[in-house]
């Protein structure tokens, strides 16, 4: 079964840090471009960041640059984002999603960024 678990999420305030998971299995991890995808109620789902398979490249909307990190650990088949200066805005479910396809989804983890 190809499951993309995602946990880390919770309340966190404005100008604080935080670093989410996804845990990967069922299917050969190291080999998928893997991303980081957003969505809050009445909002636009919003892609967020993408990494290659290996990890020396990342990408990332522009509403998070210079803010958001994402890595990976393929030995622990293991997405990571690390989310700095966090404001309310940011506030939304993260899924993981898999490959440039973006057709396999995690559950997601919220996110909430409130005083």
């Known amino acids: 079964e190809v499951q993309l678990q995602a946990f880390g999420g919770g309340l966190v305030q404005p100008g604080g840090s935080m670093r989410i998971s996804c845990v990967a299995s069922?299917?050969?991890?190291?080999?998928?471009?893997m991303s980081w995808v957003r969505q809050a109620p009445g909002r636009e789902i919003e892609w967020v960041a993408g990494?290659?398979?290996?990890?020396?490249?990342?990408f990332y909307a522009n509403s998070v640059k210079g803010r958001f990190t994402i890595s990976r650990d393929n030995a622990k088949n293991t997405v990571y984002l690390e989310m700095n200066s966090l404001k309310p805005d940011d506030t939304a479910r993260y899924y993981c999603?898999?490959?440039?396809?973006?057709?396999?989804w995690g559950q997601g983890t919220l996110v909430t960024v409130s005083s």
């Open positions: 999603v898999r490959g440039v396809t973006m057709r396999v």
């Open positions: 069922g299917f050969t991890f190291r080999i998928f471009y």
């Open positions: 990494i290659n398979s290996t990890g020396p490249t990342t």
